[in-house]
């Protein structure tokens, strides 16, 4: 190990999850990752791996037989995951934040009911913003949900992005509900959808269609959803009650976007990595690429980005496991991250050369994997926005 990605404070609990961690991608995840990923393989003996280390439970209280870690804990695995292989570290996230809702957010019988199962894994989450055309603009959804005379709801629309959308039996999906209120935003509702895993109708009035070809982020299955008239009881409302759904997914994202901030410091952290490596074994006029001073500039470069990205990441997370809200704090995390990656990535496939565009070196995977840290949970000028909006708060001119 090297001296980058470090972290002080943790207790004893957290260095030996972290070291099993390591180890598990040291020993079943690296070996194995560019192979799965340019096959686009579904990383089942992986998945199940980590399902024995109890990665799936990390969070979850030990009341509901997780581990009752820390989102440090957790964002600190995630981050030596990505620098295994990015697509793990996804299967691992939208399950996380759909447990993560159920415990801030939902009623005592439905945390008896799911978390659990959700700790060892049997029953697998994965949550839904977005829609074709909507990106962003979450308070734009189409799909509804409507009320019938008995209480319950029918769902009807098309959502867009489900990681773990197939193989998941358990969606967090946000749905317009408008009963009335005068926002736009409480007017919306999350819903606890079960379902069965694979693909076509795994539900009734539910279709998965397929997996969606992705350019990166290969092997964990990203889809669809189809509402054509989805029996649902108000009892699958997440807390209860209806209305709450945009403030419960948006509680949900800032820790997304701390997972974001994770998998960018893996994956940078791996890339500075195979650059150092590589700049030690490769000669050009008769030494080491490592001992001319643009190659040493660079990894000095790169070196400090990884560090600032860590920090930023442990900031946020830290921030959160305090009880306070960290929009702020994981939208800069997950923008100096995910920028720094691409940055360090790039400069990995420059001092690889020609042989960082094969696709025998890890270098080219990275590559495609760094791009979707730029959009996912959110593009950088969204967090900009988020950022920008509350630091005028903070700094407002006082008349």
Request: charged fraction near 25%; include cysteine.
């Amino acid at each position: 190990m090297g001296r980058l990605c470090e972290t002080d404070g943790l207790t004893e609990d957290q260095t030996e999850i972290l070291k099993a961690v390591r180890q598990f991608v040291d020993e079943k995840i690296l070996p194995v990752a560019t192979e799965l990923e340019h096959a686009d393989e579904y990383p089942q003996e992986i998945v199940d791996g980590l399902k024995e280390l109890g990665i799936f439970g990390v969070m979850i209280p030990e009341e509901y037989d997780g581990l009752g870690e820390s989102l440090l804990t957790y964002a600190l695995c995630v981050e030596e995951i990505a620098r295994g292989w990015m697509s793990v570290s996804g299967v691992i996230n939208t399950h996380f934040i759909v447990a993560y809702l159920l415990m801030r957010h939902g009623t005592e019988e439905q945390k008896q009911k799911y978390l659990p199962r959700m700790a060892t894994g049997e029953v697998r989450g994965s949550f839904s913003m977005s829609e074709p055309g909507l990106g962003s603009d979450v308070a734009a959804i189409k799909t509804k949900a409507t009320k019938g005379d008995d209480g319950d709801y029918t769902i009807d629309g098309q959502k867009m992005w489900l990681t773990n959308g197939g193989s998941s039996t358990l969606i967090a999906v946000l749905v317009k509900t408008d009963e009335g209120n005068d926002s736009v935003y409480k007017n919306m509702t999350t819903f606890l959808v079960e379902k069965e895993a694979g693909f076509g109708e795994t539900a009734p009035g539910l279709t998965i269609p397929g997996k969606i070809d992705k350019m990166g982020y290969k092997g964990v299955d990203t889809t669809e959803a189809i509402f054509e008239g989805h029996q649902i009881s108000a009892e699958q409302i997440l807390g209860g009650e209806a209305g709450k759904g945009f403030y419960q997914m948006m509680d949900g994202v800032e820790v997304g976007r701390v997972n974001v901030a994770a998998r960018a410091c893996g994956i940078a952290n791996r890339a500075f990595e195979l650059a150092i490596a590589y700049a030690q074994t490769r000669e050009t006029f008769g030494k080491q690429i490592a001992e001319h001073q643009a190659i040493l500039f660079r990894l000095a470069e790169m070196a400090t980005k990884v560090e600032a990205s860590h920090a930023m990441m442990v900031k946020a997370a830290r921030i959160k496991d305090g009880g306070e809200r960290n929009d702020v704090e994981a939208g800069m995390a997950k923008y100096l991250a995910a920028e720094y990656c691409n940055e360090v990535v790039q400069d990995s496939f420059r001092i690889h050369g020609g042989y960082g565009y094969s696709k025998e070196y890890e270098i080219e995977r990275l590559y495609r994997e760094a791009a979707f840290m730029l959009i996912g949970e959110g593009t950088a000028d969204i967090q900009k926005m988020i950022i920008g909006r509350s630091l005028l708060k903070d700094y407002k001119l006082k008349s």
